[in-house]
T-cell receptor, first 115, second 116 residues
Framework: EAQVTQNPRYLITVTGKKLTVTCSQN?????MSWYRQDPGLGLRQIYY???????DKGDVPEGYKVSRKEKRNFPLILESPSPNQTSLYFC??????????????FGPGTRLLVL | AQKVTQAQTEISVVEKEDVTLDCVYE???????LFWYKQPPSGELVFLIR??????QNEISGRYSWNFQKSTSSFNFTITASQVVDSAVYFC?????????????FGEGTQLTVNP
């Protein structure tokens, strides 16, 4: 089954304790992205990756890091989480080669609470 | 810069009523994509539809229909004979064309509540 998976789905942590949210897709997509969802703001892009070893900042990158060492994985790293990073996080992937569908597929979301 | 506006923050209807969710967008791109996603109470994002900017044909899928008006930069979504299971947050989104235009710009979302 074609899917985007995220782990963990729920996480409660404390300020300053480094954490990683993993994202994996099995569709051989080139493009992967992280979004955060906050009430009244919709979803905003944090980072994206056009392919392996190619990453770039989105609209709200402060406080986050990413890496793309393999095509299928795109982890989101919070080196020193703060309460304002409490949010619902989504990973997404999309094919970018010509002729393939231009739709982003989203993971199930990760609810993060930073105390 | 791209922008998507969903002016309706919350809509409440009674089952079997028709309801239209508004979406207005801004972009300088001449070619782009428009999307609608549904987020049920369980939280996942469910893809509903994608439209190309050069295809203004309206689309119908069961009780769902979409009205794309390039002249007014709108991409409205209508649910006919609404049902309780339609209760969700609905997001309209916009992206550019091709690999370089992959970023999705989302609206703020419309919370639809369908009461029995």
């Amino acid at each position: 089954e074609a899917q985007v998976t995220q782990n963990p789905r729920y996480l409660i942590t404390v300020t300053g304790k480094k954490l990683t949210v993993t994202c994996s897709q099995n569709m051989n997509h080139e493009y992967m992205s992280w979004y955060r969802q906050d009430p009244g703001l919709g979803l905003r892009q944090i980072y994206y990756s056009m392919n392996v070893e190619v990453t770039d900042k989105g609209d709200v990158p402060e406080g986050y890091k990413v890496s793309r060492k393999e095509k299928r994985n795109f982890p989101l790293i919070l080196e020193s989480p703060s309460p304002n990073q409490t949010s619902l996080y989504f990973c997404a992937s999309k094919a970018t080669t010509s002729g393939r569908r231009e739709t982003q597929y989203f993971g199930p979301g990760t609810r993060l609470l930073v105390l | 810069a791209q922008k998507v506006t969903q002016a309706q923050t919350e809509i409440s209807v009674v089952e079997k009523e028709d309801v239209t969710l508004d979406c207005v967008y801004e972009t300088r791109d001449t070619t782009y994509y428009l999307f609608w996603y549904k987020q049920p109470p369980s939280g996942e994002l469910v893809f509903l539809i994608r439209r190309n900017s050069f295809d203004e044909q309206n689309e119908i899928s069961g009780r769902y229909s979409w009205n794309f008006q390039k002249s007014t930069s709108s991409f409205n979504f209508t649910i006919t004979a609404s049902q309780v299971v339609d209760s969700a947050v609905y997001f309209c989104a916009l992206s550019g064309w091709g690999a370089s235009g992959s970023r999705l710009t989302f609206g703020e979302g419309t919370q639809l509540t369908v009461n029995p």
